[in-house]
């Protein structure tokens, strides 16, 4: 069975600071793609980033990055100079060759001022 | 408007009574989901439509009557159904159901059963 674990239900970190929110998947699958979504308290599932598993180059979109280590099935997520309309909770999600997007429990990520 | 839209945001149903979701998407895509979003649990994909067409169904309840009239509109009707189902349905759409189309989605209905 494909799986995604998020074992961080909940993290925080002060404004301004660093902060990486693990993910860790399995698949037999070679090809497919993986996700970072955020969820603030206005409930709306926000598409931060994505990354091609043929793709060894780690996927970046402003203060968001991803560690994507294929070979240890890993995708962690890195923001940078967190601000408090970071807080949300993110999830992990991966989609297989079939097109169906399998998401993790989640992390809470709270930014403290 | 934005991607995808939902409506009621908020919904508060008995038993008994028959009501229905509405999901918008105006990013000409082919290709829309529900999703039931639980407590500390991960999104639960229920249906799948593809050009109109239904393509999958991950066990739902009969409860749970889905409809897709065109590419651009989503419903889901809801008659008889039970307090477990109170939950945030998420609607997404994509340009096609195939890995390498991203899924967006809109802001939820939060249902609640009495």
């Known amino acids: 069975a494909q799986t995604v674990t998020q074992s961080q239900p909940e993290m925080s970190v002060q404004e301004a600071e660093t902060v990486t929110l693990s993910c860790t998947y399995d698949t037999s699958e070679n090809n497919y793609y993986?996700?970072?979504?955020?969820?603030?308290?206005?409930?709306?599932m926000i598409l931060v980033i994505r990354q091609e598993a043929y793709k060894q180059q780690n996927a970046t979109e402003n203060r968001f990055s991803v560690n994507f280590q294929k070979a240890a099935k890993s995708f962690s997520l890195k923001i940078s100079d967190s601000q408090l309309g970071d807080t949300a909770m993110y999830f992990c999600a991966f989609m297989n060759q079939g097109g169906k997007l399998i998401f993790g429990q989640g992390t809470e990520l709270s930014v403290k001022p | 408007e934005t991607g995808v839209t939902q409506t009621p945001r908020h919904l508060?149903?008995?038993?008994?009574?028959?009501?229905?979701?509405?999901?918008?998407?105006?990013?000409?895509?082919?290709?829309?989901?529900?999703y039931k979003q639980s407590a500390k649990k991960p999104l639960e994909l229920m249906f799948v439509y593809s050009l109109e067409e239904r393509v999958e169904n991950n066990s739902v309840p009969s409860r749970f009557s889905p409809e897709c009239?065109?590419?651009?509109?989503?419903?889901?009707?809801?008659?008889?159904?039970?307090?477990?189902?109170?939950?945030?349905?998420?609607?997404?759409?994509?340009?096609?159901?195939?890995?390498?189309?991203?899924?967006?989605?809109?802001?939820?209905?939060?249902?609640?059963?009495?």
């Open chain 1, 34 to 44: 993986l996700f970072w979504y955020k969820q603030p308290p206005s409930r709306q």
């Open chain 2, 12 to 34: 508060v149903m008995g038993m008994t009574n028959k009501k229905s979701l509405k999901c918008e998407q105006h990013l000409g895509h082919n290709a829309m989901y529900w």
């Open chain 2, 69 to 114: 009239p065109n590419s651009s509109h989503l419903f889901l009707h809801l008659h008889t159904l039970q307090p477990e189902d109170s939950a945030l349905y998420l609607c997404a759409s994509s340009q096609r159901r195939i890995v390498t189309d991203t899924q967006y989605f809109g802001p939820g209905t939060r249902l609640t059963v009495l």
